[in-house]
């Protein structure tokens, strides 16, 4: 298949909600309280996460409120510090780590696999229900008077010096984390023992690839962060002496477990994400993903190359030049990769019939902002660049055009794109084209003079600064604003839709997967028939083809 | 609903089985069931061994940046104690293998026995630990504000040569020994833990067991069990010469 096969849209004016689909399967709060079906779960995660986003962003915004003259004014500085550590626990482990897996994959990869739920559709419930509990504990520590080691619980200063609820965060953070390694415990099982007849590996949809390599990176790193918050725990409570030089121990140990996690965790964020992109990039060009194999095997190669660079983050901290030579190529390496996902999305959209719905306005969004993002994390992860960027704005930067520019795009990219499918029903089109292009500028008017900033010297974790960095500052704050507004809108008119959205029909992209080719919002068991698959993924030539074929038949 | 790609799925697998109860409405086969549930176990055991590799990491660590205090630490542990314990896993981990043979021949009193066995093993294990546990607390060797070096850089002297047992150690290096202790009972703790966890899970397999519910045909929660009871007794395994055994008498 060389060229892009043309498909018209259905007519949507024909399409009726089902009159049987998970959601009104059973009734009450208690179906979905104890519901073991992966599309409930999938739902429930996504009302948390949302929350837990919010509340984030709340704190994100104070924090941009704050710094928007030099002088301490808004918050006092213990205040101040509280507020950037929330802001990153919350968003790290209650809403990017879970984001995508936790809802989209959850509800998709069951049926882009072609089966009836996960491998342990009760395990599935009890990650939720962790991940609740977890929640709850670090809601506590915020409500009674917050934490402020930053999000990195650095030792001695989260063991030593601080008077504030790191125990409460960080048993949250404890049990959030096996939340998500049932959650890739889950969705290996499912992915190697699951699989639809004819489903071979090469036929899998890249999201399904990337959520694999994401989920292995979930069952072996997490466990380690796990362990080293236990020690951090034991060490403030009752000062075990592993992390404290006066009893022979060694903060440094505790940078080296935290990273060993902390840095593949970036891979758990964006590698999901990555996969959602493949799919929006294939669907709205209307072309197979270029390059399948080299996408997929790219997943994996992050994947364990992201298990061999965690002391870049520790540049600056003692270890041995030898050692960081060695962790700054590594780092490097990740960048090829990187780079052949980005060339080949690239490539699909070459000679495609491209159109610019939506999911696909986010798509881009995330490529470009992803390309500035990891170009940066290159210079980071050079040596001598590293010396003068780190702990700077420079780094806050970067991070957040990975994380939010790069995963929260992805994320909101395969929400608006698979919306249709969760709900049955339709968002407005031209008011969340107008919020995806607001979160572009928005995002990039915030986080852009960051670089600047960073560069200059302005260090991160600061609430009061030099006033030559004031203008910078101040369009930062102003860009936040706008990106708050771009997040928001989502929030308000996907409710609306919920009720008042024109109604979607089976597949109203045209797309191949097999999630489309069932009906929206699906059967509890998701298939009448259990599927044979017998054509590669993204083949638009067999779409059109069965298009011809079909006969309406009485639903 | 929308047809085309669905076909009839080749019923032939499922027609040579009798269907069982236990098999979950979401699995095509209960081969299946079975498959992703040992997968499933297997995965598991691997976060485990991610979990206990930190603390083995900075065991490793921190023993060879102190290891005289490391090996006069470790000279405190009981090798007659320790190899009884050693003994006693290893002949827990022998009954749960047979429990799972009991279970795969359908031999339900036997299931039933060999389950008991496996517990009793498993529960002389933790006494044997309780009275090691309580040892060091009679000799001041918890970590913490009661912990006590004088052992360490004032050994008891060999009533027949007149010569300390062990090396003196500076008061710096002895408060090393502390460090040890800390790994110590960290890992022989959470390996204690994960234990308590087994042992809990033995009643009830044992309590399902007597009413027949793994002898029918039906050994999956048998199998994967003995997979977890396996691992712990294979994380002592290496606890044992790691903390008891190796290098305790330097220069001899
Ligand atoms: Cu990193």
């Given amino acids: ?555 | 609903m929308d047809n085309a790609i669905v076909a009839t799925h080749d019923t032939h697998v499922e027609e040579h089985h009798v269907e069982l109860p236990q098999l979950r409405h979401h699995f095509e086969t209960e081969e299946q069931q079975r498959e992703a549930g040992t997968f499933g176990m297997w995965l598991f055991l691997l976060t485990e061994i991610m979990f206990f590799g930190g603390l083995f990491f900075a065991y490793l660590l921190y023993r060879n940046w102190y290891n005289p205090a490391f090996v006069a630490a470790s000279n405190q542990l009981s090798i007659p104690l320790g190899t009884v314990n050693t003994a006693v896993l290893i002949s827990s981990g022998f009954f749960m293998a047979l429990g799972v043979w009991a279970a795969e021949v359908r031999k339900k009193s036997l299931l039933v026995l060999f389950l008991i066995l496996t517990n009793i093993a498993g529960l002389a294990f933790l006494g044997v630990k309780a009275v090691e546990y309580k040892e060091k607390w009679d000799k001041h060797h918890i970590p913490g504000a009661h912990f006590d070096i004088t052992e360490f850089v004032n050994p008891p002297l060999n009533p027949k040569t007149g010569k300390p047992v062990e090396e003196p150690l500076s008061p710096d290096m002895a408060q090393k020994t502390q460090l040890f202790f800390v790994l110590y009972f960290a890992m022989t703790g959470m390996h204690a833990l994960h234990m308590v966890i087994g042992i809990v899970l033995l009643f009830w397999l044992t309590y399902r067991a007597n009413r027949g519910e793994f002898t029918e045909g039906y050994v999956a929660p048998i199998e994967n069990f003995g997979l977890y009871w396996h691992f712990v007794d294979i994380v002592w395994i290496f606890l044992f010469p790691l903390l008891y055994l190796i290098n305790r008498h330097p220069g001899t």
């Fill in chain 1, 1 to 555: 298949m060389s060229a892009a096969t043309i498909v018209n849209l259905p007519d949507q004016k024909t399409a009726v909600i089902p009159k049987k689909n998970y959601i009104n399967a059973e009734d009450g709060i208690l179906s979905w309280l104890f519901t073991a079906d992966h599309k409930r779960i999938a739902i429930l995660y996504l009302i948390s996460i949302t929350f837990f986003f919010l509340v984030g962003g709340t704190f994100a915004g104070l924090i941009r409120l704050e710094l928007l003259t030099p002088q301490p004014d808004l918050v006092a500085s213990d205040t101040y510090n509280k507020l950037f550590t929330m802001h990153g626990i919350v968003m790290i482990f209650l809403f990017l780590v879970p984001s995508i897996p936790a809802t989209l994959g959850n509800f998709l990869i069951p049926i882009m696999i072609g089966t009836r739920d996960l491998a342990f559709p009760k395990i599935n419930l009890l990650s939720w229900y962790l991940y609740m509990f977890g929640a709850i504990f670090l809601s506590a520590a915020i409500v009674l008077g917050g934490v402020d080691t930053g999000w990195t619980f650095t030792t001695p200063l989260s063991t030593h010096y601080l008077n504030t609820h790191v125990v409460t965060a960080g048993l949250g953070v404890f049990i959030v984390g096996f939340s998500s390694i049932f959650t890739g415990l889950n969705f290996i099982v499912t992915i190697h023992r699951m699989r639809a007849p004819g489903m071979t590996w090469f036929r899998l949809p890249l999201f399904v690839w990337s959520n694999y390599a994401a989920s292995v990176l979930m069952v072996l790193g997490t466990p380690v962060l796990a362990i080293t918050l236990v020690l951090v725990v034991l060490e403030r409570t009752i000062g075990i002496g592993v992390f404290d030089p006066t009893k022979g121990g060694d903060p440094l140990l505790f940078q080296h477990l935290f990273w060993f996690y902390s840095h593949p965790a970036v891979y758990i964020m964006i590698l999901p994400g990555f996969g959602v992109i493949s799919e929006v990039m294939s669907t709205f060009s209307r072309k197979r993903v270029f390059g399948y194999s080299a996408v997929a095997f790219s997943s994996v190669a992050i994947a364990l190359f992201g298990f061999f660079v965690w002391a870049h983050h520790m540049f600056i901290m003692g270890v041995s030049n030898y050692s960081a030579l060695v962790f700054s190529l590594l780092t490097m390496l990740v960048a090829v990769p990187s780079a052949i996902k980005v060339f080949n999305w690239s490539f699909t959209m070459q000679k495609g019939s491209i159109t610019f719905e939506t999911p696909m306005l986010y798509a881009l969004a995330f490529i470009g902002l992803f390309t500035i993002g990891g170009l940066t994390g290159v210079f980071l992860g050079s040596l001598g660049m590293d010396i003068h960027l780190t702990e700077t704005y420079f780094i806050v930067a970067h991070f957040h055009y990975v994380m939010v520019g790069g995963m929260l795009m992805a994320f909101l990219a395969g929400l608006h794109f698979w919306w249709p499918k969760l709900t049955g029903r339709m968002y407005p089109e031209s008011i969340s084209q107008l919020s995806a292009v607001t979160s572009f500028i928005g995002f990039n008017l915030t986080f852009m003079p960051q670089f600047m900033l960073g560069y200059l010297g302005m260090p991160r974790r600061y609430h009061s600064y030099p006033p030559e960095f004031q203008v910078l500052n101040v369009l930062s704050t102003a860009g936040a604003t706008v990106l708050g507004f771009g997040f928001l809108m989502p929030v308000l008119y996907l409710l609306w839709s919920l009720k008042y959205g024109k109604i979607a029909g089976n597949n109203p992209w045209q797309a191949t997967g097999l999630e489309w080719q069932i009906q929206s919002p699906p059967l509890t068991e998701n298939f009448i028939e259990m599927p044979v698959m017998d054509h590669e993924a993204y083949d638009y030539e067999w779409l059109a083809h069965k298009t011809e074929q079909e006969v309406t038949t009485v639903g």
